[in-house]
């Protein structure tokens, strides 16, 4: 969808300008009149249009921002301010031009009468658990409690994911590194030994196992290697593009919960989204069967969305929750156990917050632990790399001096 930019004057005939986004001018214009804004000038925004390319880049809100704007939001709402003021309020002080834009066409639809949570899943920046909490707290009318939750969530999801870019900032940098250094070696420097290699296969020396990988993977790269880099650059689109179709998201969401320590991560991590999720809507008085239907989406897995869904089914038959999660096999024994117990005593909502509570520092703890293992393996696998190419370039030197 191609961008435009516009010049308009406010209600209280102040000049704003931005960036609006539209199939065409028309409808720019139109949408300008919605947000209560008289155009004066409005035109394609030049430049590359990443969008119209169809590249996997899209536009993003950092995370604490968009913690910050739901909790204003929550504020807002809970000191009486009404939806559409609230919207105006946080769309003129917000310090992301994409998430003005974004306030600004959920304040358009919202003042035409569509609900908050349709309006916000028009827009890529909200996830899944987002739009689940939303829906459910302007079903149920505990939006404000809602908002404040998800904006924890958040800030405590940016915090963990701090935590893990701090701790990966000095792996990743031996990694890129020592990947920069091989390549180095093996396109720049291996050549300049191509002649003495030569001599050495025609004088019957012959060449070690290693000084022959070397040359081919020399030869190799300076020959086709643009033309791998625009292959593996191909895949990655392609694959990107397959990981968003249906079948695609069941078959990685499948992969990655058998993933070594990874898997686990992603495993409790939605498992914990799923019990934070119902648990909030059954605190707030949301039927059991609505509950689980919002909370299956929020998982961010299809498999475990799929069991929660058949779950629901049961329920409606009279079954109790755990004895189809627990047939599905995709929700750990200890907290099918918990589950179970909570539902004998009718405590199932302030269980299963717990629960995501303890699943959240289990996956703390889990990620400190591969956070550590990282490092040492990185070490290991450049070391090797170098290694490998100093053993290519030495070996027949070695041998030459021997036979000599």
Known sequence: ????????KQRDGQVARGVIMADDRRQALANLVKQSLVPLQVQVKSGWNLNALKLPIGKRVRGEIMASTLAQMSELLENGVSLLESLDILAKQSTSPVMREVLLQIRGDVAQGVNIDQAMAKHSVFDELTLSMVRAGAEG????????????????????????????????????????VTVVLIVVFVPRFEALFSRLEKSGVGLPGPTVVLL??????????????????????????????????????????????????????AVARFCRVLGTLLTNGVPIVKALQISSSSTGNKRLEQAILRSCENIKSGETLSAPLTASGLVPPAVMAMIHVAERSNTLDSVLIRIAERTELKIE??????????????????GGLVTFVLAGLLLPIFDMSAAI
Request: glycine share 10%; aromatic share 10%.
């Open 1 to 8: 969808m191609p961008e435009f930019t516009y010049t308009a």
């Open 365 to 382: 703890q889990q990620l400190g632990t591969m956070v550590r293992m990282i490092e040492p393996l990185t070490l290991v696998l450049i």
């Open 216 to 269: 081919g993977a020399s030869d190799f790269l300076r020959s086709y290697g643009v033309l791998v880099c625009a292959a593996v650059l191909g895949l990655l689109v392609g694959f990107n593009r397959w990981a968003q179709t249906t079948q695609g998201r069941w078959i990685l969401d499948g992969v990655r919960l058998k993933l070594p320590i990874f898997g686990q991560i992603l495993h409790h991590s």
């Open 141 to 180: 009318a505990f939006l404000e409690d809602a908002l404040k939750r998800i904006s924890i969530f958040l800030e405590r999801r940016e915090e963990l994911k701090g935590k893990v870019t701090g701790a990966l900032a000095y792996p990743a940098f031996l990694l890129v590194g020592g990947l920069i």
